[in-house]
């Protein structure tokens, strides 16, 4: 008896548990669904995964309505909608639906159709990635996004040889939408490939399925971090050119200020020279030249930030 208490206080059916929030792709709220074959079709991919033979494979919980094979459906996912996050492809897109299955191990069993309340597996579901909700072309919706922890260790890799390196893209590709707390950045500073993990076994696992999934071998190295200078206080300088070697020569003195800015502000040009003293063609020159050694750094060989000259 109290086993049987436990299941079913800690698996209730869908009628008994609450559906999450929905809303329009505008952000209007509308009606939580009901748990009904007949209603409006709201479904969610809960996870994805990669068949080597059959590509990725989506699977669907559907919370109202009924997901029928060869029917177009509506693909929407957060990256479209929050700002701060850059478009990807096919998230809020009609996508015809293939054949649907049921896994049982490591078989497939083919569906007719999966009712609310139900799982499927979609094959090949565009570029659908866990969190996305599937709805009806003609009314197109929204569920709450997951709350998911932010990885903070990293994990810079590199190929082990260069057949690793021809499929080393495709299997962390492959990786990351599997896995919706890992994350994949390749810095444009450090020119690294870094795995954002949750922690070390987090990183173990990572590293085990591109080997053994994925087929690639891949060497862990020190992550370098991307870091920036700036200046802590108001400075002046002058530079002097001098040239007398073949032809005309040259001669210029340049006189800079520079000043901290607030983080994020960038670098900030000002022309203050007045009365012509300087030929308006050397400006940009001298522009260029200033833009040029921030991004070389000044003191440690890091670009140079938030700075006014």
């Known amino acids: 008896v109290e086993l049987l208490d436990l299941i079913t206080g800690g698996f209730p059916t869908p009628l008994e548990r609450p559906l999450p929030a929905v809303t329009t792709p505008q952000g209007a709220l509308r009606p ?5 074959p007949q209603g409006p079709l709201v479904a969610e991919v809960v996870k994805t995964a990669s068949d080597p033979y059959v590509g990725r494979v989506s ?44 896994p049982f191990g490591k078989q497939q069993r083919a569906l007719t159709s999966c009712i609310a309340g139900d799982l499927a597996c ?57 896995d919706p707390t890992m994350r994949l950045e390749q810095n444009q500073d450090t020119h690294q490939v870094v795995l954002w993990c949750l922690g070390e076994a987090h990183q ?27 200046f802590a206080g108001p400075s002046t300088g002058r530079g ?19 000043e901290p800015l607030p983080p994020g502000s960038g670098i900030e040009f000002v022309d203050k020279v007045v009365g012509g003293a300087v ?4 400006i940009p020159s001298v522009e260029k030249g200033v833009r040029a050694q921030a991004a070389r750094g000044v003191a440690a060989g890091h670009p140079l930030v938030d700075v006014r000259i």
């Open 32 to 36: 939580a669904p009901a748990c009904d």
């Open 59 to 102: 699977l669907v919980r559907v919370f109202s309505g009924t997901l029928r094979p060869d029917e177009t459906v509506h693909v929407l996912g957060h990256g479209l909608t929050d700002p701060g996050h850059e478009p990807r492809p096919f998230h809020d897109a009609e996508v015809r639906v293939g054949a649907l299955s049921a």
């Open 122 to 178: 979609v094959a090949k579901l565009g570029s659908a990635e866990t969190g996305d909700t599937l709805s009806a072309p003609e009314d197109p919706l929204l569920m709450e996004p997951w709350t998911m922890p932010d990885p903070l260790l990293p994990l810079a890799i590199e190929a082990h040889s260069k057949a690793d390196e021809d499929k080393l893209s495709q299997g962390l590709a492959r990786l990351v939408a599997e």
């Open 204 to 230: 173990d696992v990572a590293l085990d399925r591109l080997r053994t999934r994925y087929g690639v071998q891949v060497d862990a190295v020190p992550h370098r971090v991307p870091l920036r200078e700036t």
């Open 240 to 258: 002097r050119h001098v040239k007398q070697s073949g032809g005309h020569g040259q001669y210029a003195i340049c006189e800079i200020d520079v």
């Open 279 to 282: 030929p308006r063609q050397f």
